[in-house]
């Protein structure tokens, strides 16, 4: 059980790509700096011996520049978020699962944990695409130690300022569409498939106070020696 229980939260940990974007097919919703995003979420490897318990969707919720992303499995028995506060210049991971656990990171806190990617250079092909709508540009990554490279799409139609500061793709001026990400030995496969517009209460992008704060090292305690 207690092994299951590693297994749910590595899997949520994907969500630290915090910055993303759906889309919808109603131009008016372009430009839009408030709104839902649903995303898509597949395994890279649906064999893996944790594909099934992977979560299916990420939500995130975004408003001036400020974005909430969502995700649970279990059946709801875990949920993880993560708030990307661009005035603080926080990172914040809060999880619920067997209590309540806050993880704030500063810039350089957020910047040592989550920009994990080997030195990459991005190269940007001239090639578009809709995706749910938008019109997406694709962008290559090309590590200077020789890992296989990796191809992303992103949209300049949805307003996020500074959208992936606190992702590996910090490079990218966009809003991420379709990437992957591989944490923990876990590959997951994340496609916007819509946005809407919404009211958000901006008080969603602050840290609950109910939650114990923890150090990111006691975060990584969490996930250490499952595999």
Not at 99 to 125: D, Q, S, W
Not at 138 to 156: G, H, I, M, N, Q
Request: glycine content about 4%; charged content about 20%; some cysteine.
């Amino acid at each position: 059980m207690k092994r299951f229980h590693f297994g749910l939260l590595v899997l949520m940990s994907f969500a630290a790509t915090l910055t993303f974007s759906g889309c919808s097919e109603n131009a008016a919703s372009k430009n839009i700096t408030e709104g839902i995003i649903e995303f898509k979420a597949v395994p890279v490897d649906k064999n893996s011996s944790m594909a099934m318990m992977a979560p299916d969707k990420m939500t995130v919720k975004f408003k001036d520049n400020y974005c909430l992303a969502e995700m649970n499995a279990g059946m709801g028995a875990l949920t993880m978020s993560f708030i990307s506060d661009p005035k603080k210049n926080e990172f914040v991971n809060l999880v619920s699962f067997l209590g309540k656990h806050a993880c704030i990171m500063n810039l350089e806190t957020a910047k040592r944990v989550n920009h994990y990617f080997p030195a990459y250079t991005v190269e940007y092909p001239k090639e578009v695409k809709q995706i749910a709508g938008y019109e997406c540009h694709k962008a290559v990554l090309k590590f200077a130690d020789k890992s296989p490279e990796k191809v992303v799409w992103f949209t300049k139609e949805i307003s996020i300022k500074n959208p992936n500061w606190s992702n590996p793709y910090y490079q990218i001026d966009g809003v991420l569409m379709d990437y992957e990400l591989k944490k923990y030995g876990l590959e997951l496969h994340f496609t916007a498939t819509t946005v809407a517009k919404a009211t958000i209460d901006q008080s969603i992008f602050t840290c609950p106070s109910d939650y114990k704060q923890i150090a990111p090292e006691e975060l990584d305690k969490m996930f250490q020696g499952f595999y």
